[in-house]
């Protein structure tokens, strides 16, 4: 794949992880048990929804000249990876957590895959 058709889908996958990361307080009304921690109500509940709206509002913006912002398109691949996978054994420890199985832990893993196959590269020294 050229670098021009690369920097295309990243800037449309920036987009639309982004857009995900805001709509995830929405997400989990409508599938609770793929999208949603924990049950009932809990104070890390809002903390994580903020930190998510704003993460996804800096990926649109990184969607604009994704070069610029190499290093935020990292941390979101690889603490992606890292949320997706305390959650995977977290969910396989607790039986009433496995919709996460087929919710926001493959979510986390496609981010996490996506982003690091098309991460702009390191400019030549």
């Given at each position: 794949?050229?670098?021009?058709?690369?920097?295309?889908?990243?800037?449309?996958?920036?987009?639309?992880?982004?857009?995900?990361?805001?709509?995830?307080?929405?997400?989990?009304?409508?599938?609770?048990?793929?999208?949603?921690?924990?049950?009932?109500?809990?104070?890390?509940?809002?903390?994580?929804?903020g930190v998510y709206v704003v993460w996804g509002v800096y990926l649109i913006i990184a969607s604009r000249n994704p070069a610029e912002h190499r290093?935020?398109?990292?941390?979101?691949?690889?603490?992606?990876?890292?949320?997706?996978?305390?959650?995977?054994?977290?969910?396989?420890?607790?039986?009433?957590?496995?919709?996460?199985?087929?919710?926001?832990?493959?979510?986390?893993?496609?981010?996490?895959?996506?982003?690091?196959?098309?991460?702009?590269?390191?400019?030549?020294?």
């Amino acid at each position: 794949m050229d670098d021009a058709k690369r920097a295309h889908l990243l800037r449309i996958f920036l987009v639309l992880f982004g857009i995900v990361f805001i709509l995830v307080y929405p997400l989990s009304l409508v599938w609770p048990s793929g999208w949603h921690w924990g049950q009932g109500y809990s104070h890390f509940w809002p903390m994580i929804l903020g930190v998510y709206v704003v993460w996804g509002v800096y990926l649109i913006i990184a969607s604009r000249n994704p070069a610029e912002h190499r290093s935020l398109i990292s941390f979101t691949a690889w603490a992606s990876l890292v949320h997706g996978v305390i959650m995977a054994v977290q969910a396989a420890q607790d039986s009433r957590e496995t919709g996460h199985f087929i919710g926001d832990v493959p979510a986390l893993i496609l981010v996490f895959l996506v982003l690091i196959w098309l991460a702009p590269r390191k400019a030549a020294a």
